[in-house]
């Protein structure tokens, strides 16, 4: 069993914030099962133990074995031992994201009515909850409003904005903070301990930054480690995830990004790709490091970009973040950032209305590729409205195309030929390739009903 379910903490002494325990403690001593709310709000960032902890209360609220003021679960009656294997019919998990419209809510509170089957209450746990729908949110309140007295709900979530605060209101709200450094070493103890493994502190340190702040990611960390050395050290740590050549490839990738040099940050990828490192770590190194220089900005300091630049950067940064998990490479929407970026097309406000807005509003193709051709001959304003509107039909069939045509420049539109330029040999090699060429031409020939030739430079 992978090691955060494995020690997954299953008592509220196990939990790993010392913060949490101390609350839960305040919440539940001597007050189980009538005196505590009928409805709990987790919110807090992923990885910090929200449904782990929702299932330890269900527990406690459940458990047979359970003495006077305690409220520790006993972990042994066949209460406890049936919500920790998932198999208590009282005890239900539900998926907000699976389960978010209102024919789902209104089959619950038909549900939740019956009386339990087997436990002293019935408990609802609703991951996700944010995904909810409003009419789903709407449904679910009446039942907050008036539950009855064997039910129990506790809701997690990720996105606490998201969530109406007439839901909000009705619910005792615990936020999951980010964990302190006694808070990891607590967790990582539990698991060292239990797999027989050494850690020097200061790895342990390193793993804690590499963790992100979450609890689930620092023991997948230890895990990859400990099936490599029973030893864990800095070095083992270094030679695993590159954290010093990362911490220098993330100043070298800031100066490229200063000099707007797009070949510093490919060379910068190509030679990470190479080593094998982490590229969704590099991307969230890189991203906090531009966080403290955004911070250092407001506050006075300066850099070579200024703060609006420096937000810009931040905001593509998240976004190629977030798409590195469905990458064919894991380097590509890095590298599309950073041509993107040097092209200063990402520092550009879009203008109010592409040429699709316009060409749109007749059917006679004839009229269309006579607008389009006035439109191209004004400007070089005219020929960025061409690219952008050509750019955004691609990127519906061929996301990695749009990101290199973000890199292109329009040399000339007009006599039946688009001239596109690039910076880059290995993106006129893919621009060029039939294929490619066949796509673009067919898209021009939709946006303006003329058949076009496409030459790249």
């Given at each position: 069993?992978?090691f955060?379910?494995?020690?997954?903490?299953r008592?509220?002494?196990?939990?790993?914030?010392?913060?949490?325990?101390e609350?839960?403690?305040?919440?539940?001593?001597?007050?189980?099962?009538?005196?505590?709310p009928?409805a709990?709000?987790?919110t807090?960032?992923?990885?910090l133990g929200?449904?782990?902890?929702?299932?330890?209360?269900a527990?406690?609220?459940?458990?047979?074995s359970?003495?006077?003021s305690?409220?520790?679960?006993?972990?042994?009656?066949?209460?406890?031992?049936?919500?920790?294997?998932?198999?208590?019919?009282?005890?239900?998990?539900?998926?907000?994201?699976?389960?978010?419209?209102?024919?789902?809510?209104?089959d619950l509170?038909?549900?939740?009515?019956?009386?339990?089957?087997s436990?002293?209450?019935?408990?609802?746990?609703?991951?996700?909850?944010?995904m909810?729908?409003?009419?789903?949110?709407?449904?679910?309140l009446?039942?907050?409003?008036?539950?009855p007295?064997?039910?129990?709900?506790i809701l997690?979530?990720?996105?606490?904005?998201?969530?109406?605060?007439?839901?909000?209101?009705?619910?005792?709200h615990?936020?999951?903070s980010?964990?302190?450094?006694?808070?990891?070493l607590?967790?990582f103890?539990r698991?060292?301990?239990g797999?027989?493994?050494?850690?020097?502190k200061?790895?342990?340190?390193?793993?804690?930054?590499?963790s992100?702040?979450s609890f689930?990611d620092g023991?997948?960390?230890?895990?990859?480690?400990?099936?490599?050395?029973?030893?864990?050290?800095l070095?083992?740590?270094?030679?695993?995830?590159?954290?010093?050549?990362?911490?220098?490839?993330?100043?070298?990738?800031?100066?490229?990004?200063?000099?707007?040099?797009?070949?510093?940050?490919?060379?910068?990828?190509?030679?990470m790709a190479?080593?094998?490192?982490?590229?969704?770590?590099?991307?969230?190194?890189?991203?906090?490091?531009?966080?403290?220089?955004l911070?250092?900005?407001?506050?006075?300091?300066?850099?070579?970009?200024n703060?609006?630049q420096?937000?810009?950067l931040?905001?593509m940064?998240?976004?190629?973040?977030?798409?590195i998990?469905?990458?064919?490479?894991?380097?590509?929407p890095?590298?599309?950032?950073?041509?993107?970026?040097?092209?200063?097309?990402g520092?550009?406000?879009?203008e109010?209305?592409?040429?699709?807005?316009?060409?749109?509003?007749?059917n006679d193709?004839?009229e269309?590729?006579?607008?389009?051709?006035?439109m191209?001959s004004?400007?070089?304003?005219?020929?960025?409205?061409?690219?952008?509107?050509?750019?955004?039909?691609?990127?519906?069939?061929?996301?990695?195309?749009?990101?290199?045509?973000?890199?292109?420049?329009v040399?000339?539109?007009?006599?039946?030929?688009?001239?596109?330029?690039?910076k880059f040999?290995?993106?006129?090699?893919?621009l060029?390739?039939?294929?490619?060429?066949?796509?673009?031409?067919?898209?021009?020939?939709?946006?303006?009903?003329k058949?076009?030739k496409?030459?790249?430079?």
């Amino acid at each position: 069993m992978v090691f955060y379910l494995k020690y997954r903490p299953r008592k509220i002494s196990e939990l790993d914030s010392l913060v949490l325990r101390e609350k839960l403690g305040e919440v539940l001593k001597g007050k189980i099962p009538d005196k505590i709310p009928h409805a709990f709000l987790f919110t807090g960032p992923k990885g910090l133990g929200k449904t782990s902890t929702a299932r330890i209360i269900a527990k406690s609220i459940n458990c047979t074995s359970r003495k006077g003021s305690e409220f520790e679960p006993c972990n042994r009656c066949s209460s406890c031992k049936s919500i920790d294997n998932g198999s208590n019919l009282d005890v239900l998990e539900i998926d907000g994201a699976s389960n978010r419209g209102i024919d789902e809510i209104r089959d619950l509170r038909e549900k939740i009515r019956l009386s339990p089957v087997s436990s002293l209450k019935k408990i609802y746990i609703i991951d996700e909850v944010h995904m909810l729908t409003t009419e789903a949110f709407n449904a679910l309140l009446k039942t907050l409003e008036e539950p009855p007295e064997h039910a129990f709900f506790i809701l997690c979530t990720t996105e606490p904005q998201k969530i109406p605060a007439t839901i909000t209101s009705r619910c005792f709200h615990i936020k999951f903070s980010k964990p302190t450094e006694e808070d990891f070493l607590h967790s990582f103890n539990r698991v060292l301990r239990g797999e027989g493994i050494k850690a020097d502190k200061d790895g342990l340190i390193q793993i804690m930054k590499l963790s992100d702040g979450s609890f689930r990611d620092g023991a997948k960390i230890l895990e990859e480690l400990g099936g490599a050395s029973k030893h864990i050290t800095l070095n083992l740590i270094e030679k695993k995830y590159k954290t010093s050549s990362i911490e220098k490839n993330v100043l070298d990738m800031i100066s490229g990004f200063e000099k707007k040099d797009a070949t510093v940050g490919i060379k910068i990828v190509a030679k990470m790709a190479e080593e094998g490192v982490d590229f969704k770590l590099f991307s969230e190194e890189l991203i906090n490091t531009l966080h403290g220089r955004l911070i250092a900005q407001i506050s006075g300091e300066s850099f070579a970009m200024n703060v609006e630049q420096t937000k810009e950067l931040i905001q593509m940064l998240v976004k190629s973040h977030q798409s590195i998990k469905y990458a064919i490479l894991p380097q590509l929407p890095l590298e599309l950032t950073i041509v993107e970026w040097s092209s200063d097309i990402g520092n550009q406000k879009s203008e109010v209305g592409t040429i699709a807005s316009e060409l749109n509003q007749t059917n006679d193709k004839n009229e269309i590729g006579l607008k389009a051709t006035k439109m191209t001959s004004k400007s070089a304003a005219g020929n960025d409205k061409i690219l952008e509107e050509l750019i955004e039909r691609v990127k519906k069939e061929n996301f990695s195309l749009a990101g290199i045509l973000r890199g292109c420049i329009v040399e000339k539109f007009e006599k039946g030929e688009l001239i596109l330029s690039t910076k880059f040999k290995f993106h006129k090699e893919r621009l060029k390739d039939r294929k490619t060429l066949d796509m673009l031409e067919k898209t021009i020939y939709e946006m303006t009903g003329k058949k076009v030739k496409v030459l790249i430079e």
